[in-house]
């Protein structure tokens, strides 16, 4: 059974930076594209930025690119989320996820059969 802890959330002033890691256990991830997502209250879950299998390639919504940088290191079966110039509407609870399918990304959420509990980022203004 895969689990995903997500660690490194917290409360930011605006156009400040906070870096949140998600470390699996249980089987590794190496050949795994792994998601990040966020959800507000009252809003729809989002989908943040992406990182494929290799780490070759990296996908990002428009509202956070240029600001974020995803990156994996697959020996420690790790992902990052590094958020620089946070902005007040990046506030959520960021959760990450492992693809349902080796070798595949995506930046949809159904694609996604694995979930972290999520850790809360709060920026301030």
């Known amino acids: 059974q895969v689990q995903l802890v997500e660690s490194g959330g917290g409360l930011v002033q605006a156009g400040g930076s906070l870096r949140v890691s998600c470390a699996a256990s249980g089987r590794t991830l190496s050949t795994y594209a792994m998601g990040w997502f966020r959800q507000a209250p009252g809003k729809e879950r989002e989908f943040v930025s992406a990182i494929s299998w290799a780490g070759t390639s990296t996908y990002y919504a428009d509202s956070v690119k240029g600001r974020f940088t995803i990156s994996r290191d697959n020996a420690k079966n790790t992902v990052y989320l590094q958020m620089n110039s946070l902005r007040p509407e990046d506030t959520a609870g960021y959760y990450c996820?492992?693809?349902?399918?080796?070798?595949?990304?995506?930046?949809?959420?159904?694609?996604?059969?694995?979930w972290g509990q999520g850790t809360q980022v709060t920026v301030s203004s």
């Open positions: 996820a492992a693809a349902r399918r080796e070798y595949r990304s995506s930046t949809k959420a159904p694609d996604y059969a694995y």
